[in-house]
C-alpha cells in the first residue's frame, strides 16, 4: 500500500492514512487502500478494534483531494462518491468496533470517515468540518445523511451550509466527539478504549453494534425485533454461558467467540 499502513498490535488494528505533505487528502488512490486494508482486518480474527488515524500532528485527513477534484467530470465525481462510501459503508458495518484517533484537521471526505466510524476520540487542535459547498459540491461520502444522525438536523444544516469548522471542544459539547484529550495522549487513550472493548465479549459487542446500526435506518418497532432477534441469538452462545457463570463464580470471564 502506498498510502495507508496498517499495523496490527492483537487485539487492535490501527490503520493510518499516510500522505501527512498534503493534510492526508483522500484521492481515489487512498480510498481503495482504505476499503482493502479495512475488508483485510474484517477478516482477521485476531483484531477486535480498529483505530483510523492520519501520519503527522496536523491532519487526520483534509478532505478529498481537490488537485484531483479540480478535473473531475460528473462521471467521475459520482465514482469518487461510490469510493468514499465503500469506505464509510465498511468502516461503520465491519464486525470490529471501528474509532477514529481524530489528531488534527477532519474536513470534507476526512470528517466524512470519522462520521462513519463507531467511536470519535479527538485531540485538542482537531477541528471538524464540511467545506464542500464553498467549494461548488456538497458532502458525497455519507456526510449529509450521517452528519445529522451524530449531531441532529439543525446543527448539521448549519455547519454544512456555512462550512464553519468546529474546534474539538465543541465538537465534543455537541457529541461529534466522544472525548477530547492532548494530543500526545491520543493514541493511548485511544488503545485503552479498544482494549476495554475487546475484553467484552466479540461476537456480543458486534451484535450491539449490529443493533444499533440498524437503528438508524429502521424504525422503532423493526429495529426493536431485530434486538429481540439477536438476543436470542446470544443466549445460544458459549460466550454468554461464561460471562455469566463468571459472574455467579466472582472470576472473570474468559472469551472465545468472535
Ligand atoms: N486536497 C488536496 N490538497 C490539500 C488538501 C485537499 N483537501 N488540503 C490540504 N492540501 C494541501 C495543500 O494544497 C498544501 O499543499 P502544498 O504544500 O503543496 O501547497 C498542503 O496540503 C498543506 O495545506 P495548507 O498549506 O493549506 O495548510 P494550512 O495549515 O494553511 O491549512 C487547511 C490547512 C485549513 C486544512 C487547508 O489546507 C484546507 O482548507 N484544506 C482543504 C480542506 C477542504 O476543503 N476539504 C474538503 C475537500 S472536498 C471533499 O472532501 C469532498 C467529498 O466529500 C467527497
Not at 474509532?99 to 470519535?120: K, P, S, T
Not at 472525548?179 to 500526545?184: A, F, T
Not at 456480543?204 to 438508524?216: D, F, Q, R
Request: glycine share 8%.
Amino acid at each position: 500500500m502506498k498510502y495507508v499502513k496498517l499495523s496490527i498490535q492483537e487485539p487492535v488494528a490501527v490503520v493510518t492514512i499516510d500522505r501527512p505533505d498534503c493534510l492526508n487528502a483522500l484521492n481515489s488512490q487512498v480510498f481503495r487502500e482504505i476499503s482493502a486494508t479495512l475488508q483485510e482486518v474484517e477478516a482477521n480474527d485476531q483484531v477486535r478494534v480498529v483505530i483510523l488515524t492520519g501520519a503527522g500532528d496536523k491532519a487526520f485527513a483534509a478532505g478529498a483531494d481537490i488537485a484531483q477534484m479540480v478535473h473531475e467530470n460528473g462521471k467521475q465525481g459520482k465514482e469518487l462518491a461510490l469510493l468514499t462510501h465503500q469506505a464509510g459503508d465498511l468502516l461503520e458495518n465491519i464486525r470490529q468496533v471501528t474509532i477514529a484517533a481524530v489528531n488534527g484537521y477532519a474536513l470534507g471526505g476526512g470528517c466524512e470517515l470519522a462520521l462513519a466510524c463507531d467511536i470519535r476520540i479527538a485531540s485538542e487542535n482537531a477541528h471538524f468540518g464540511l467545506p464542500e459547498v464553498g467549494l461548488g459540491i456538497l458532502p458525497g461520502g455519507g456526510g449529509t445523511q450521517r452528519l445529522s444522525r451524530i449531531i441532529g438536523v439543525g446543527r448539521a444544516k448549519e455547519l454544512i451550509f456555512t462550512c464553519d469548522q468546529v474546534d474539538a471542544q465543541e465538537a465534543y459539547r455537541i457529541g461529534l466527539a466522544n472525548h477530547v484529550v492532548p494530543q500526545e495522549e491520543l493514541m493511548d487513550a485511544c488503545m485503552a478504549m479498544a482494549k476495554k472493548i475487546a475484553s467484552k465479549a466479540s461476537f456480543a459487542v458486534t451484535m450491539a453494534k449490529n443493533a444499533i446500526n440498524v437503528s438508524m435506518s429502521a424504525d422503532m418497532k423493526s429495529g426493536c425485533s431485530k434486538e429481540q432477534d439477536l438476543l436470542g441469538l446470544l443466549f445460544a452462545t458459549q460466550d454468554k454461558q461464561e460471562g455469566m457463570t463468571a459472574f455467579l463464580e466472582r472470576r472473570k470471564p474468559n472469551f472465545t467467540e468472535f
